[in-house]
Protein backbone atom coordinates (compact mmCIF):
# COMPACT_ATOMS: atom_id res chain seq x y z
CA UNK A 1 0.00 0.00 0.00
CA UNK A 2 1.60 3.38 -0.81
CA UNK A 3 0.99 6.26 2.48
CA UNK A 4 1.75 9.07 0.22
CA UNK A 5 -0.82 10.56 -2.52
CA UNK A 6 -0.18 13.27 -5.27
CA UNK A 7 -2.67 15.34 -6.30
CA UNK A 8 -2.95 16.15 -9.93
CA UNK A 9 -2.07 13.02 -11.32
CA UNK A 10 -0.76 14.78 -14.40
CA UNK A 11 0.11 18.41 -14.84
CA UNK A 12 0.94 20.31 -17.80
CA UNK A 13 2.46 23.88 -18.46
CA UNK A 14 4.44 26.38 -20.02
CA UNK A 15 8.12 26.82 -19.67
CA UNK A 16 8.46 29.85 -17.24
CA UNK A 17 5.29 29.23 -15.65
CA UNK A 18 5.58 27.67 -12.13
CA UNK A 19 4.62 24.11 -10.96
CA UNK A 20 2.94 22.84 -7.72
CA UNK A 21 2.03 19.12 -6.90
CA UNK A 22 0.73 18.47 -3.27
CA UNK A 23 1.18 15.23 -1.16
CA UNK A 24 -1.10 13.96 1.28
CA UNK A 25 -0.25 11.44 3.72
CA UNK A 26 -2.23 9.13 6.46
CA UNK A 27 0.08 8.44 9.38
CA UNK A 28 2.91 10.74 11.24
CA UNK A 29 6.41 11.12 10.17
CA UNK A 30 9.67 11.34 10.91
CA UNK A 31 10.34 13.40 7.62
CA UNK A 32 9.09 13.31 3.84
CA UNK A 33 11.45 13.55 0.86
CA UNK A 34 10.31 14.15 -2.91
CA UNK A 35 11.90 12.52 -6.21
CA UNK A 36 12.03 13.40 -9.40
CA UNK A 37 12.16 10.15 -12.01
CA UNK A 38 12.86 10.83 -15.75
CA UNK A 39 11.06 8.78 -18.71
CA UNK A 40 13.45 5.34 -18.50
CA UNK A 41 15.51 6.24 -15.09
CA UNK A 42 16.00 5.86 -11.54
CA UNK A 43 14.49 7.73 -9.08
CA UNK A 44 16.29 11.03 -8.01
CA UNK A 45 16.70 12.74 -4.80
CA UNK A 46 15.12 16.23 -4.62
CA UNK A 47 14.67 17.67 -1.19
CA UNK A 48 13.98 16.40 2.57
CA UNK A 49 11.85 18.08 4.59
CA UNK A 50 11.71 16.80 8.92
CA UNK A 51 8.69 16.97 10.74
CA UNK A 52 9.79 19.80 12.34
CA UNK A 53 10.05 22.10 9.65
CA UNK A 54 7.07 24.12 7.68
CA UNK A 55 9.41 25.31 5.09
CA UNK A 56 12.46 24.05 2.97
CA UNK A 57 14.34 25.68 -0.53
CA UNK A 58 16.56 24.30 -2.63
CA UNK A 59 17.11 26.34 -5.98
CA UNK A 60 14.23 26.42 -7.81
CA UNK A 61 12.18 24.16 -5.14
CA UNK A 62 10.18 24.79 -2.56
CA UNK A 63 8.88 22.51 -0.09
CA UNK A 64 5.96 23.26 2.60
CA UNK A 65 4.97 20.39 5.31
CA UNK A 66 1.80 20.80 7.18
CA UNK A 67 1.73 17.98 10.29
CA UNK A 68 -2.07 19.24 10.82
CA UNK A 69 -3.32 18.35 7.54
CA UNK A 70 -0.89 15.59 7.16
CA UNK A 71 0.06 17.34 3.85
CA UNK A 72 2.97 18.90 1.67
CA UNK A 73 3.60 20.75 -1.66
CA UNK A 74 6.20 20.58 -3.80
CA UNK A 75 7.13 24.23 -5.71
CA UNK A 76 9.05 23.96 -8.61
CA UNK A 77 9.63 27.66 -10.29
CA UNK A 78 10.09 29.27 -13.43
CA UNK A 79 9.62 25.97 -15.04
CA UNK A 80 11.83 24.45 -18.02
CA UNK A 81 11.28 22.07 -20.54
CA UNK A 82 13.80 19.70 -18.56
CA UNK A 83 11.88 19.57 -15.39
CA UNK A 84 9.20 17.07 -17.11
CA UNK A 85 9.22 13.71 -14.96
CA UNK A 86 7.09 12.46 -12.55
CA UNK A 87 7.42 13.90 -9.15
CA UNK A 88 6.93 11.51 -5.82
CA UNK A 89 6.60 12.11 -2.56
CA UNK A 90 7.88 9.47 0.19
CA UNK A 91 6.95 9.66 3.72
CA UNK A 92 10.11 8.23 6.07
CA UNK A 93 8.41 6.91 9.31
CA UNK A 94 11.84 7.52 11.53
CA UNK A 95 15.07 4.53 12.14
CA UNK A 96 14.40 1.06 11.03
CA UNK A 97 11.23 2.03 8.90
CA UNK A 98 10.93 1.80 4.93
CA UNK A 99 10.49 5.09 2.44
CA UNK A 100 7.14 5.20 1.18
CA UNK A 101 6.08 6.13 -2.06
CA UNK A 102 3.24 7.98 -3.73
CA UNK A 103 2.16 7.01 -7.38
CA UNK A 104 3.83 9.96 -8.36
CA UNK A 105 2.32 13.47 -10.47
CA UNK A 106 3.50 13.32 -14.02
CA UNK A 107 4.98 16.86 -14.73
CA UNK A 108 5.10 17.90 -18.72
CA UNK A 109 6.84 21.35 -19.13
CA UNK A 110 6.20 22.96 -23.01
CA UNK A 111 8.83 24.66 -24.59
CA UNK B 1 32.04 7.44 -8.29
CA UNK B 2 29.99 4.95 -9.33
CA UNK B 3 26.18 5.23 -8.77
CA UNK B 4 23.97 2.24 -8.12
CA UNK B 5 24.44 -0.01 -10.77
CA UNK B 6 22.25 -2.33 -12.07
CA UNK B 7 21.50 -5.30 -14.94
CA UNK B 8 20.43 -6.15 -17.03
CA UNK B 9 18.27 -3.20 -17.89
CA UNK B 10 15.77 -4.99 -19.87
CA UNK B 11 14.78 -8.46 -20.03
CA UNK B 12 11.86 -10.19 -21.83
CA UNK B 13 11.05 -13.79 -21.12
CA UNK B 14 8.37 -16.13 -21.84
CA UNK B 15 5.74 -16.88 -18.44
CA UNK B 16 6.95 -19.92 -16.38
CA UNK B 17 10.87 -18.92 -17.15
CA UNK B 18 13.12 -17.99 -14.25
CA UNK B 19 14.92 -14.57 -14.10
CA UNK B 20 17.70 -12.86 -12.16
CA UNK B 21 18.34 -9.26 -11.54
CA UNK B 22 21.83 -7.76 -10.36
CA UNK B 23 22.22 -4.43 -8.24
CA UNK B 24 25.91 -3.38 -7.00
CA UNK B 25 24.87 -0.25 -4.36
CA UNK B 26 27.17 2.89 -3.93
CA UNK B 27 30.72 1.39 -2.12
CA UNK B 28 30.05 1.13 1.63
CA UNK B 29 26.47 1.77 1.51
CA UNK B 30 25.11 -0.87 4.16
CA UNK B 31 21.28 -0.77 3.46
CA UNK B 32 20.23 -2.04 0.21
CA UNK B 33 16.74 -1.98 -0.94
CA UNK B 34 14.53 -3.53 -3.98
CA UNK B 35 11.58 -1.67 -5.14
CA UNK B 36 9.15 -3.04 -7.72
CA UNK B 37 7.28 -0.03 -10.03
CA UNK B 38 4.37 -0.92 -12.15
CA UNK B 39 3.51 1.44 -14.73
CA UNK B 40 2.28 4.95 -13.70
CA UNK B 41 2.57 3.93 -9.97
CA UNK B 42 5.21 4.81 -7.37
CA UNK B 43 7.97 2.13 -6.27
CA UNK B 44 6.47 -0.48 -3.68
CA UNK B 45 9.42 -2.07 -1.67
CA UNK B 46 9.99 -5.66 -1.58
CA UNK B 47 12.81 -6.28 0.45
CA UNK B 48 15.32 -4.26 2.36
CA UNK B 49 18.51 -5.50 3.72
CA UNK B 50 20.80 -4.42 6.22
CA UNK B 51 24.17 -5.32 5.56
CA UNK B 52 23.79 -9.34 4.48
CA UNK B 53 20.68 -9.38 6.81
CA UNK B 54 17.24 -9.10 5.53
CA UNK B 55 15.23 -6.95 7.72
CA UNK B 56 12.21 -6.44 6.25
CA UNK B 57 10.79 -8.88 3.46
CA UNK B 58 7.12 -8.61 4.35
CA UNK B 59 5.78 -7.71 0.77
CA UNK B 60 8.35 -9.81 -0.98
CA UNK B 61 6.08 -12.69 -2.65
CA UNK B 62 8.24 -15.49 -1.30
CA UNK B 63 6.69 -18.16 -3.04
CA UNK B 64 8.63 -17.45 -6.80
CA UNK B 65 10.65 -14.29 -5.39
CA UNK B 66 14.21 -14.91 -3.55
CA UNK B 67 16.93 -12.13 -3.19
CA UNK B 68 20.58 -12.29 -1.35
CA UNK B 69 22.85 -10.12 -0.66
CA UNK B 70 25.84 -12.81 0.79
CA UNK B 71 28.39 -10.63 1.29
CA UNK B 72 26.89 -7.20 2.47
CA UNK B 73 27.81 -5.89 -1.00
CA UNK B 74 25.78 -6.40 -4.20
CA UNK B 75 22.95 -8.12 -4.42
CA UNK B 76 20.55 -10.64 -6.61
CA UNK B 77 16.73 -10.99 -6.74
CA UNK B 78 15.29 -13.70 -8.62
CA UNK B 79 11.61 -14.72 -9.51
CA UNK B 80 10.66 -18.23 -10.41
CA UNK B 81 8.83 -19.04 -12.42
CA UNK B 82 7.49 -15.88 -13.99
CA UNK B 83 4.00 -14.84 -14.24
CA UNK B 84 2.60 -12.28 -16.88
CA UNK B 85 1.63 -9.55 -13.07
CA UNK B 86 5.51 -9.53 -12.79
CA UNK B 87 6.23 -7.26 -16.01
CA UNK B 88 7.41 -4.17 -14.45
CA UNK B 89 10.44 -2.52 -13.38
CA UNK B 90 12.47 -3.97 -10.81
CA UNK B 91 15.03 -0.69 -8.89
CA UNK B 92 17.42 -0.95 -6.45
CA UNK B 93 18.68 1.39 -4.18
CA UNK B 94 21.19 2.05 -1.06
CA UNK B 95 21.80 4.25 1.64
CA UNK B 96 24.14 4.39 3.85
CA UNK B 97 22.22 3.83 6.94
CA UNK B 98 18.37 3.21 7.16
CA UNK B 99 18.51 5.91 9.82
CA UNK B 100 19.06 8.47 6.81
CA UNK B 101 16.34 7.05 4.80
CA UNK B 102 17.86 9.32 1.52
CA UNK B 103 17.76 7.03 -1.11
CA UNK B 104 20.30 6.22 -4.14
CA UNK B 105 18.31 4.34 -6.99
CA UNK B 106 19.74 2.73 -10.11
CA UNK B 107 18.58 3.43 -13.13
CA UNK B 108 16.29 -0.18 -12.69
CA UNK B 109 15.67 -3.39 -14.76
CA UNK B 110 12.76 -3.16 -16.65
CA UNK B 111 11.41 -7.02 -16.77
CA UNK B 112 8.62 -8.05 -19.75
CA UNK B 113 6.77 -11.75 -19.28
CA UNK B 114 5.44 -12.68 -22.60
Known amino acids: SQQGEEDPQALSIQEGENATMNCSYK?????LQWYRQNSGRGLVHLIL?????REKHSGRLRVTLDTSKKSSSLLITASRAADTASYFC???????????FGAGTILRVKS | EAGVVQSPRYKIIEKKQPVAFWCNPISGHNTLYWYLQNLGQGPELLIR????????DSQLPKDRFSAERLKGVDSTLKIQPAELGDSAVYLCASTLNSGANVLTFGAGSRLTVL
Open chain 2, 49 to 56: YENEEAVD
Open chain 1, 27 to 31: TSINN
Open chain 1, 49 to 53: IRSNE
Open chain 1, 90 to 100: ATDLGYGNKLV
